[in-house]
């Protein structure tokens, strides 16, 4: 039976405007630690010091002790292809494939979506248009959108990143079970390919 007085954890971001990058991040630890989380977007080095995750701030990073910034002189590293990490990407480098079940699963998801939102935190421009004026909006655009625009200045952007971390949650599970399902099918021809060969 769950403890309804569970110490809820505490994940830290910085507050303001919220990109993509820092969204995400939130969304794949909300799922990591479930219903009891407390999500805080904070300059307050006093709050950024007790976080049980924090995020996209800090000047730290270092998934041991769930910290997970690309901002520090020389940024957090990079992928082998060469793109650097932002925080989506290193939250997803940690629990990725706990979240998944599979490494296989957990790339697929890597490749598909957090490379192309680490790729546009980090500015990184990973492919060129080829009609002038007519670029492609990223899956990210959908919950970026929510964002207030310089007319909506009376709304809370803190309510709004949390109500869309939920919603990218739902998003991210269902990516999740696309690729299982998408791997699992692959598998299935490559078993069934082996055999008909083994047959010859």
């Given amino acids: ?13 910085h ?21 009891h989380i407390k999500i805080k ?6 709050i950024i ?4 995750a924090v995020f996209d701030i800090g000047l730290i990073s270092n998934p041991e002790i769930d910290r997970f910034d690309h901002h520090q002189k020389g940024g957090a590293g990079e992928r082998e292809n060469g793109l ?6 290193l939250v997803w480098k940690k629990y990725g494939e706990q979240i998944c079940g599979s490494k296989e699963v957990a790339n697929r998801i890597d490749k598909k979506i957090v490379q192309p939102i680490d790729a546009s935190d980090n500015g990184v421009d990973i492919s060129k248009p080829l009609f002038d004026g007519i670029v492609r909006r990223g ?13 909506e200045k009376g709304l809370n952007i803190d309510n709004i ?11 991210i599970l269902r990516e999740v079970k696309i690729s299982k399902d ?8 490559i078993d069934s390919y082996n055999k008909s060969q083994a047959k010859r």
Avoid at 15 to 35: Q, T
Avoid at 139 to 149: A, G, I, R, S, Y
Avoid at 162 to 170: L, P, R, S, T
């Fill in 182 to 189: 998408e791997e699992e099918g692959n598998q299935i021809i």
């Fill in 49 to 52: 010091a007790k976080g049980d």
């Fill in 41 to 46: 977007r904070t300059n307050d080095p006093e």
């Fill in 139 to 151: 899956v990210e655009k959908v919950f970026m959108d929510k964002t207030p625009t310089w007319k």
């Fill in 15 to 35: 507050p303001g405007g919220f990109h993509a990058d820092d969204l995400f991040a939130a969304a794949v630890l909300s799922i990591v630690f479930g219903d």
């Fill in 1 to 13: 039976m769950m403890n309804i007085f569970k110490k809820r954890k505490l994940l830290v971001t």
């Fill in 84 to 89: 650097p990490y932002a925080s989506f990407g």
């Fill in 161 to 171: 990143f949390i109500e869309q971390v939920k919603e990218v949650k739902k998003f």
